[in-house]
Each structure stands twice: as structure tokens, then as C-alpha cells.
């Protein structure tokens, strides 16, 4: 069980790929890491069903088997878990605070690995269908559509990344925007639109989802907005690529972030704070996927190992300005 009234070396909040896996490598280092699961134990991968790019299961693995292997070899070399999720962290002195409601937990290293989420279309039944048919990511579920016709909502370039990767396997690909013109970026653009495979349906939405758990998605609802028709639209699949929100609102105002909200890292994991580093897609806009949430874990994992131990050397710069943020919060000279 945790201890609530010690000072932790490390703390991780958030589980998934980054957060097991640096869990993994801090408690490999006798380092005895706490982690805060949050509010979903497991990350996005949860909700998947197959997953068959993440290296080592040439056969694929489901999402949930995945995560609770990663959980149990963190586990297993020493993790103490704590489920629950984090309310407030406080960042202007060290040791570092953080709070679960009333429960106070102080750290010398932070590892943040809260994710980001998907922006959905806010439909029904779009979350019992995801993993059966609505997908947010392209690259994960893309070669399940081979011969098949997929939708693909959104105008800008994370969408027409995503429609431009699903022709290479889908018969069809139709994209369904809210305008009459797409936001990505002209060369995007012009890749998209030029694709023999790639149809468009402009200043329309989608309304509905038509499917079950049991057979999954056999179509959309489509609303053509200047004049309110609706039509169903048969498909086997809907990518929904209106894009993701860091889930970084905890550490707003503490930490560097960029124009979209997340986190800012350099030298690797590293953020603005001494001793506080960020992994996974709360600081990845670009690649959002397991392996790669994984490997930035494993980084954060070793960074922080290194910062505690050049926690105590005086000719430390990076601990000389730490040193200096805690006399100023002291307000000393």
C-alpha cells in the first residue's frame, strides 16, 4: 500500500503504454514507483479490440491483454498502483505535491503520462462501436479495411493523413466534411483530392451511426447542412479524425505547453521543471501510437533515474536551479 505522509523518489501519473512502461524501468532501477492509474486504467488501448503493430505478437494482441501485461511486469519489479485520479498537482516547490480529493502524495521526480483524447462526435452510440467498426487512428485499424469503404470525418490534416492511408487498403474512401472547403495544408490537399480512391461529401455532417456490437458499423447518417436532407450512407468503417485534446489541464499554467495544449519536452522527456518529465501523447501531437508512447516512457524513465542521482551534486546545473526555485518559494535571495 502507499504511504501517503513519505516523499516517493517517482511518481507516474497516468497507466498506458508510456506510463507501464516507465513504470517498468523506474522500478527495474530499485526505484519502487508509485503510479496513479487515472481515470482510465489503461489508456485508450482499452477500448481496442486487435492490435497488430505493437512488435512481439506477430499474431496481434488485443488491447486490453496488452495493457494488463505491461501492468503486471510493472508490477512484478515493484510498482505500488494507486487508482484514483489525480484532482491538483503543485509544482512551485520541491518536493513536488499532488493530490487524489483529500489523499496528498509528494515525489523528487514526476513522470506525467495522462494521454490525450479523441475528440468524438458526441453521437450515441459512437463509444459502444468504437473498436467495432469507429476507429480514431488510421494507422492502427487501417489493414482491417482492405476492400472495403470506410468514411472519414474531418477537413483538416490529420484527417486527410488518415483518408490518404486508408486508400492504400479500402475500396473506397469517402470523407465527410462540415464545409465546402478542407483546412489542411495545400500540398495535403492536393494529395487527397487527386487520390482516385478518395471521394468527397462537403458541408455535410454525420448524425448517426448505424450498427451493433455484434456486427459492427454497416453505415452513417449523413445530414447535408445547407438544406437539413438526410440520407444513410452504407460503409464498413468510420475514422473519426477531428482531433485530440492533451489531457493536460492539471498542469496548465505550471508547465510549458505549446498552441494546442501539450506538454513541451526537450533533450527527450524533459520538460521546463527540473525533475518533472512528460511521456506519451500528452506531449506527442504528431505519432500517437503504442510504440512509440512506450519508448518515450522508457526515456522519461531513465532521465528521471538520472535526475535523482544528481539530485544531491552541487555542481549539478540542473539541481543548482532547482535549488534556486526552492529558496525563491521560501523567499529567500
Same mark, same amino acid.
Do not use: Q
Given at each position: 500500500m502507499p504511504v501517503r505522509d513519505k516523499i516517493h523518489d517517482q511518481i507516474i501519473i497516468g497507466s498506458g503504454p508510456a506510463g507501464y512502461t516507465a513504470a517498468i524501468y523506474t522500478a527495474r532501477s530499485n526505484c519502487c514507483p508509485l503510479l496513479i492509474c487515472g481515470m482510465e486504467p489503461g489508456g485508450q488501448l482499452t477500448g481496442t479490440t486487435l492490435v497488430e503493430n505493437f512488435p512481439g505478437f506477430p499474431d496481434g494482441v488485443d488491447g486490453p491483454e496488452l495493457m494488463e501485461a505491461m501492468r503486471r511486469q510493472a508490477e512484478k519489479f515493484?510498482?505500488?498502483?494507486?487508482?484514483?485520479?489525480?484532482?491538483?498537482?503543485?509544482?512551485?516547490?520541491?518536493?513536488?505535491?499532488?493530490?487524489?480529493?483529500?489523499?496528498?502524495?509528494?515525489?523528487?521526480?514526476? @513522470? @506525467?503520462?495522462?494521454?490525450?483524447?479523441?475528440?468524438?462526435?458526441?453521437?450515441?452510440?459512437?463509444?459502444?462501436?468504437?473498436?467495432?467498426?469507429?476507429?480514431?487512428?488510421?494507422?492502427?485499424?487501417?489493414?482491417?479495411?482492405?476492400?472495403?469503404?470506410?468514411?472519414?470525418?474531418?477537413?483538416?490534416?490529420?484527417?486527410?493523413?488518415?483518408?490518404?492511408?486508408?486508400?492504400r487498403f479500402a475500396k473506397k474512401v469517402t470523407v465527410v466534411h462540415r464545409r465546402n472547403a478542407l483546412r489542411a495544408s495545400p500540398p495535403m490537399q492536393q494529395r487527397a483530392l487527386e487520390n482516385a480512391r478518395i471521394q468527397f461529401v462537403w458541408d455535410t455532417v454525420v448524425n448517426g451511426i448505424l450498427g451493433d456490437r455484434d456486427k459492427g458499423v454497416h453505415g452513417a447518417r449523413l445530414q447535408h447542412l445547407p438544406t437539413g436532407k438526410e440520407e444513410d450512407f452504407p460503409c464498413d468503417g468510420i475514422f473519426i479524425a477531428i482531433g485530440h485534446v492533451p489531457n493536460t489541464a492539471l498542469v496548465k499554467g505550471q508547465l510549458d505547453l505549446d498552441d494546442w495544449g501539450y506538454i513541451l519536452t526537450r533533450n527527450g522527456t524533459e520538460t521546463n521543471l527540473p525533475g518533472v518529465f512528460a511521456a506519451g501523447d500528452v506531449q506527442d501531437p504528431f505519432f500517437r501510437q503504442a510504440i512509440s508512447a512506450a519508448g518515450s516512457g522508457c526515456m522519461a524513465a531513465m532521465q528521471s533515474q538520472r535526475f535523482l542521482e544528481c539530485l544531491e551534486d552541487a555542481d549539478c546545473r540542473k539541481c543548482q536551479a532547482l535549488q534556486k526555485r526552492q529558496l525563491m518559494a521560501k523567499g529567500g535571495d
Open positions: 515493484g510498482t505500488v498502483f494507486v487508482n484514483g485520479e489525480v484532482t491538483r498537482v503543485e509544482l512551485s516547490s520541491h518536493p513536488y505535491s499532488l493530490w487524489l480529493g483529500e489523499e496528498h502524495y509528494r515525489c523528487r521526480s514526476l @513522470i @506525467i503520462c495522462t494521454g490525450a483524447s479523441p475528440r468524438l462526435l458526441g453521437l450515441p452510440n459512437e463509444k459502444e462501436l468504437y473498436g467495432r467498426g469507429v476507429s480514431v487512428c488510421a494507422t492502427c485499424d487501417g489493414f482491417f479495411y482492405r476492400g472495403k469503404e470506410v468514411v472519414v470525418v474531418g477537413g483538416g490534416d490529420t484527417a486527410m493523413e488518415d483518408a490518404l492511408f486508408l486508400a
